[in-house]
Structures are given as structure tokens and as C-alpha cells.
């Protein structure tokens, strides 16, 4: 995600500088084009306009007070967190909350670090800008104003609703892609033959388990109510089909995906389709189409 914007904002003309405790990471990331430096977090922060967090949402919860305190008074402060109420709490009282604005890019991919970086990972994506009122116009212009260079839909929306929409449209899916690739079947000796024998329906179900936990343990800690909510739903809804099936109802298994079909329908997913992105991961260059 950080490389990304990295390749994205050096591609809109503006110098990045970055900041990682992987230093291999840091390499890859200069060497593939998505920063211009590598600096300590105090030097790059004192450098900044602009400093974006790119890192999991328990890492922002830890660094963004101490961030904020010393900041210059011009700098803006934005986070990339999946989460978004603990992060914006923790900052609520502080003297530069209207410094801070609270970002979620709707985009990303199953691969992790420099090496799956995309530089039009954003282009076209939405993103969710959270507590806005809080952030000051300056903060605000100059975010939105990067999110425009990449030609990203802004959506506004309180960082409680946000976390409650995220664990249904976003943190479920990503647990059931889990759950789904646990199956004790998959541990068994015949890779090769589950390799060629699953279609479209397997592939696109499990690609999401191949997901880092690093990044998203935070993220299922941050939201388990909202999260645990959604999975008892879920079940309850398998637990039915189940049931249905046991039963030969066949008739009201029909029907039961007719509804299916119609809610698909209703969330207009087929006009929205998302390009597919293939990391690049030994390109020493990263080239602009």
C-alpha cells in the first residue's frame, strides 16, 4: 500500500520520502521507484507537508499522538488505516486533531510489501474520509487535493458507521476467505490436483487468504463486535442453506437464490468491476503506462 502511493505520488510530480523498519523493504521500495528517499522518522517528518501512515492500524493507533506533537503547524497528518473509530478516539482531545485526517483507500491486493506495489493500485478507487468536521480546511484541501491527483471517489462518512459498514462489506469477506482456505482438505498431499481442478468459483473465493495477518489482526482486534456480529449472520445464513439442502427442500433452495441473485442485482458489483492487478516482483523500474 505505502509503495503504491509512493509510485502514485512521485508519478503526480511530488517527493516521497519514506519510512520503514524493514530496510530491505525501504531497498526494494527506492529501487522500484515509489520513494525518492529513505529517512529516520523524525528527520522525515520535520521535511514533511504531508505524512502519510502507511502501516497497520495498531501501529497508527501507537504513533500518531507522538507524530501530531511534533508536527509543524502546516503539516498534515493522514492515516490509511481498514479501521477507523479507535484511530480517531485516540486523537479526539488533542491540541492538533485538525491536523489529522482520517483515510480508508477502498483498494489493495492479497500480496504484501514493495514487491506487489501497483502505481495505479488507487486509480479510480473510492475512499472513505472519516470525521471530517474534525479536520481543519487546510488538512482537509490538501488531502483531498492529493486523493484528486489520483483521480479517487472521496465518500464522507462518521468513523463509527464506517467501522460498522467495513466489518460487513470488507472484514467479513476477508474472514471467511480464512476459513475457507483452512479447509482441512487443502493440507492434504494433492496441491497439484486442487491447482487444476478449481475454477473461477475457488480461486476468486480463497484469494483473499493468501492475505498478510500482520496487517489484519489489528484490524479483526479493532472491529470484533462489529465483525462478530456480521459472522453469527453468516452462519446463521450457511446453518439455513444447510438445513435446506439436508431436507431436499429443493423448491425453497430456489427461492432462497433467487434472493441471492436479486440482492447481487441490487449492489450493481457488475458495473463496477475491478481491474485486475499483478504485482511486479522483481522489476527494478517501475514504467508508467
Known sequence: MGCSLGLALKKAGHFVCGVDT???????????GGLDSAEPIDSAIAQSDLVVLCVPVD??????PGILDQIAPHTTVMDMGSTKFEI????????RRQNFVAVHPMAGVEHSGPGAAHVDLFLGA???ICDAQQSSSLALNKVLGVLQEMKMKVIFMDS?????????VSHLPQFIAYALASLNDFDKDANKQWTELGGGGLQSSIRLGKSDADMWMPIFQQNKDNLLQYVDNYINQLNLLKDLLEKEQFDLLRAYISKANQNYERLHYQNNQPRPLIPNQGAPKVFYS
Open 22 to 32: 524493514n530496510e530491505v523493504h525501504l531497498l526494494e521500495a527506492i529501487q522500484r
Open 59 to 64: 501501529t497508527i493507533v501507537a504513533l500518531l
Open 88 to 95: 480517531c478516539d485516540k486523537v479526539r482531545s488533542h491540541t
Open 126 to 128: 473510492r475512499v472513505i
Open 160 to 168: 463509527d458507521h464506517h467501522d460498522k459498514q467495513l466489518a460487513l
